[in-house]
């Protein structure tokens, strides 16, 4: 199983601005799920984008796909409050269980 | 979405007892169930992939004596953390999903204390 790597670790912006957090991997993966953390609580599954995909919106989050580049990025638009948590992705290939890095801790400032 | 249920969400026990934590999944099948823990603001380290009716996998480093995984039907799996010590003490969060590669759903996690 592979974890991806976060990017920033750390994000910090007012209401209204979009966040952006960018996720990073090494080897083939079937698909890419974002998940997010309050803190104190268990993740929830937030988008799955598979690897045939470039691009997944759902309501106000738009995820991308670069399988070249084993990249991921995760566009919160219009951020709320509410959107302050911990955000994680995660590359699965075949059978494997969810591994996770160190996340991106998003705050956003009312 | 699908529910996963865990119980207790905080559990306060003394140095040497044990303490098992139960996770449900509500309204879905699951073939497999993994477990984490959790220090405070650090990512969540997998402890082990249990799947229905065999023994779970641990990862390294992972005592399995110590955390005892039992998956018995498609819709719980508990763990046993036994003669806990005050280092156990953590977030321990279970997850399940139905199929591989789909996505996982997560209990709200358990709060362990060991005084």
């Known amino acids: 199983s592979q974890q991806g790597e976060e990017d920033p670790q750390a994000l910090s912006i007012q209401e209204g601005e979009n966040a952006t957090m960018n996720c990073s991997y090494k080897t083939s993966i079937n698909n890419l799920q974002w998940y997010r953390q309050n803190s104190g609580r268990g993740l929830v599954h937030l988008i799955l984008i598979r690897s045939n995909e470039r691009e997944k919106h759902s309501g106000r989050l738009r995820v991308t796909l670069d399988t070249s580049k084993k990249s991921s990025s995760l566009l919160i638009t219009a951020s709320r409050a509410a959107d302050t948590a911990s955000y994680f992705c995660?590359?699965?290939?075949?059978?494997?269980?969810?591994?996770f890095g160190k996340g991106t801790r998003l705050s956003v400032i009312a | 979405g699908a529910v996963v249920s865990q119980h207790p969400s905080w559990v306060i026990c003394k140095s040497g007892t044990s303490v098992k934590i139960e996770c449900r999944s509500l309204d879905f099948q699951a073939t497999t169930m993994f477990w984490y823990r959790q220090f405070p603001k650090q990512s969540l380290m997998l402890m082990a992939t249990?799947?229905?009716?065999?023994?779970?996998?641990?990862e390294q480093g992972v005592e399995k004596d110590k955390f005892l995984i039992n998956h018995a039907s498609l819709t719980l799996s508990t763990l046993t953390v036994t003669s806990a010590h005050p280092e156990d003490s953590s977030f321990y969060i279970c997850?399940?999903?139905?199929?591989?590669?789909?996505?996982?759903?997560f209990g709200q996690g358990t709060r362990l204390t060991v005084v």
């Open positions: 997850s399940a999903r139905v199929a591989a590669g789909t996505e996982a759903f």
């Open positions: 995660a590359p699965i290939s075949g059978n494997t269980p969810l591994v």
């Open positions: 249990s799947n229905e009716g065999s023994k779970a996998t641990y």
